[in-house]
C-alpha cells in the first residue's frame, strides 16, 4: 500500500490508483450494507409502535410510490418520502400499509420488511467488485506495457552506450 523507495514514479501511479480501485469497492459495499441497516431500523421503529390503515397508491414507481392513507383518528397523510419496499404497486390500487404511529411519515407495505432490500444492496456490492476487478485486469495490463517499455528503454540504452564504448 506504501510502496518502497525504489519504485519509479510510474509505478507509484499505479499502486495509487489500485488502492484507490479497491477504496472505491469497499466504500460501495459498505454503502449497500448502510442501505440494508436502515431498512432494518425503519422496520423497527415501525413495529415498535405500529398502526395499520388502508392506503391508496397515487403515483407508482421502480423505487418510489406516492400514497395517501388516513389514520384511524382520521388524519390524512402523504409521507414526502413515498412508501417503503414500493415494488410491485400500480397507480390507483388499495393497499394496506403498516406505520409508525409517532411519526406517520415512515410507513411500509403492510407483510413487507427490510429483507427485500439485501438482494438490491448485495446486487450493487457485487456489481461494484467486478467493475473494481475489471478496471484492476484494465491496470495490470497497462502496468505490464509500461514496464516492458522501461525495460526496452533500459535495453536501448545498454547498447547505445556499448557502441559508445567500441
Same mark, same amino acid.
Given at each position: 500500500?506504501?510502496?518502497d523507495? =525504489?519504485? $519509479?514514479?510510474? @509505478? !507509484? ?15 460501495? *459495499?459498505f ?14 421503529r ?5 398502526? /395499520?390503515a388502508?392506503?391508496? /397508491? ?12 388516513? *389514520?384511524? &383518528? !382520521?388524519? *390524512? ?12 404497486? &400500480? =397507480?390507483?390500487? !388499495? ?5 409508525? !404511529?409517532?411519526?406517520? &411519515?415512515?410507513?411500509?407495505? @403492510? ?10 444492496a448485495? #446486487? ?9 476487478? $475489471? ?14 517499455? &522501461?525495460?526496452? %528503454?533500459?535495453? %536501448?540504452? =545498454?547498447?547505445?552506450?556499448? @557502441?559508445?564504448? #567500441?
Amino acid at each position: 500500500m506504501f510502496g518502497d523507495g =525504489t519504485e $519509479t514514479r510510474s @509505478q !507509484r501511479v499505479i499502486r495509487r490508483v489500485r488502492v484507490g480501485i479497491i477504496l472505491g469497492a469497499a466504500l460501495v *459495499t459498505f454503502q449497500s450494507v448502510l442501505l440494508v441497516l436502515g431498512a432494518w431500523e425503519n422496520d423497527r421503529r415501525i413495529e415498535a409502535d405500529m398502526g /395499520v390503515a388502508a392506503a391508496e /397508491v397515487l403515483d407508482a414507481g421502480p423505487r418510489r410510490s406516492t400514497i395517501e392513507f388516513v *389514520t384511524p &383518528d !382520521r388524519v *390524512t397523510y402523504r409521507p414526502e418520502l413515498g412508501v417503503l419496499y414500493p415494488s410491485e404497486l &400500480d =397507480t390507483g390500487m !388499495r393497499i394496506y400499509v403498516e406505520y409508525d !404511529r409517532s411519526d406517520p &411519515d415512515l410507513v411500509r407495505v @403492510q407483510h413487507r420488511n427490510a429483507a427485500l432490500s439485501i438482494i438490491p444492496a448485495g #446486487s450493487i456490492a457485487v456489481l461494484g467488485w467486478l467493475i473494481a476487478g $475489471t478496471a484492476l485486469l484494465v491496470v495490470a495490463v497497462i502496468a505490464r506495457r509500461i514496464e516492458e517499455g &522501461d525495460g526496452q %528503454d533500459q535495453d %536501448d540504452a =545498454t547498447s547505445l552506450s556499448s @557502441q559508445s564504448l #567500441s
